[in-house]
T-cell receptor, first 111, second 112 residues
Framework: AQRVTQPEKLLSVFKGAPVELKCNYS??????LFWYVQYSRQRLQLLLR??SRESIKGFTADLNKGETSFHLKKPFAQEEDSAMYYC?????????????FGKGTLLTVNP | DAGVTQSPTHLIKTRGQQVTLRCSPK?????VSWYQQALGQGPQFIFQ???????QRGNFPDRFSGHQFPNYSSELNVNALLLGDSALYLC???????????FGSGTRLTVV
């Protein structure tokens, strides 16, 4: 079974502060992990995926297979980062196509 | 490029009725997945269509069915609607063999 846990429903930080959104997963196969973001009144969009190892909008996430975690980090939060963030998992192979999402974390960056 | 287009944007139905939701994938994509997002929850996978066949199904009853057309567009049908079917229904398209999913804005279904 695939499971994604985002322990924080809400996270509030001040502008310029570091931010970390937690994501833990459970999967017996070979996982591929993603972070999706949904800004107010916009559609769900891909923020980053672990295989690309990119930094998008200053966010990074490292897959830790030992701790089964994929936490999202940004050293200096900006007000425009305020959004709903979802961690998602799928299989990196070719036979399992579904994305399993966590329940999401609502990030608010205060001025 | 309009991306993924879903229609209608909002819908109100009565318990027991049937509903059809529609999705046009992003240009160049050939695979369509459907998700249900209840209030306060993350999206849940309903099924995926590729080459006009249901390729994988999530944990949803048979009341949920779908179809994919030769132009890759897709429909989601829900029969015998229950109050618990009230949710945002998201369509995501991708190119087969990739995990680059593009999501639509969704259809908000309310069952009364």
């Amino acid at each position: 079974a695939q499971r994604v846990t985002q322990p924080e429903k809400l996270l509030s930080v001040f502008k310029g502060a570091p931010v970390e959104l937690k994501c833990n997963y459970s999967y017996s196969g070979s996982p591929e992990l993603f972070w999706y973001v949904q800004y107010s009144r916009q559609r769900l969009q891909l923020l980053l995926r672990h295989i690309s190892r990119e930094s998008i909008k200053g966010f990074t996430a490292d897959l830790n297979k030992g701790e089964t975690s994929f936490h999202l980090k940004k050293p200096f939060a900006q007000e425009e980062d305020s959004a709903m963030y979802y961690c998602a998992l799928t299989d990196s192979g070719g036979s399992n196509y579904k994305l399993t999402f966590g329940k999401g974390t609502l990030l608010t960056v205060n001025p | 490029d309009a991306g993924v287009t879903q229609s209608p944007t909002h819908l109100i139905k009565t318990r027991g009725q049937q509903v059809t939701l529609r999705c046009s994938p992003k240009s160049g994509h050939d695979t369509v997945s459907w998700y249900q997002q209840a209030l306060g929850q993350g999206p849940q996978f309903i099924f995926q269509y590729y080459e006009e066949e249901e390729r994988q199904r999530g944990n949803f009853p048979d009341r949920f069915s779908g179809h994919q057309f030769p132009n890759y567009s897709s429909e989601l049908n829900v029969n015998a609607l229950l109050l618990g079917d009230s949710a945002l229904y998201l369509c995501a398209s991708s190119l087969a063999g990739t995990h680059g999913y593009t999501f639509g804005s969704g259809t908000r279904l309310t069952v009364v």
